[in-house]
């Protein structure tokens, strides 16, 4: 059975910096998605980056874009989510997920198999 475990997150002065980390646990297939998602009070869980397992195609939601790094060097280690330049729109709740897939990995949550239990991310100005 796959595990996402995530750490990291907290609270932080806008412009400050936070790294996220996601332990994967039980994957036992060879290719797919790995992704971090958002979800702030009364919105929608929104994607924030993804990526190929092990690493490639990565994407970033404009929002993030320049701000935010994504990475995983290798698909049994952790996912890593490195922001930067934080502002007070980035305070919300962070997930970690994967799904078995190729192609995209520019998916809507719904089509992400496995799910972290989510760390929260403060960000005051």
């Known amino acids: 059975q796959v595990y996402l475990k995530e750490s990291g997150g907290g609270s932080v002065q806008s412009g400050g910096s936070l790294s996220l980390s996601c332990a994967p646990f039980?994957?036992?297939?060879?290719?797919?998605?790995m992704a971090w998602f958002r979800q702030a009070p009364g919105k929608e869980r929104e994607m924030v980056a993804s990526?190929?397992?092990?690493?490639?195609?990565?994407f970033y939601a404009e929002s993030v874009r320049g701000r935010f790094t994504i990475s995983q060097d290798n698909a049994k280690n952790p996912l890593y989510l490195q922001m930067n330049s934080l502002k007070p729109e980035d305070t919300a709740i962070y997930y970690c997920?994967?799904?078995?897939?190729?192609?995209?990995?520019?998916?809507?949550?719904?089509?992400?198999?496995?799910w972290g239990h989510g760390t929260q991310v403060t960000v005051s100005s």
């Open positions: 990526m190929w397992m092990g690493g490639g195609n990565p």
């Open positions: 039980g994957i036992t297939y060879n290719y797919g998605c």
């Open positions: 997920a994967a799904v078995p897939t190729g192609g995209s990995c520019q998916l809507p949550p719904g089509s992400y198999t496995y």
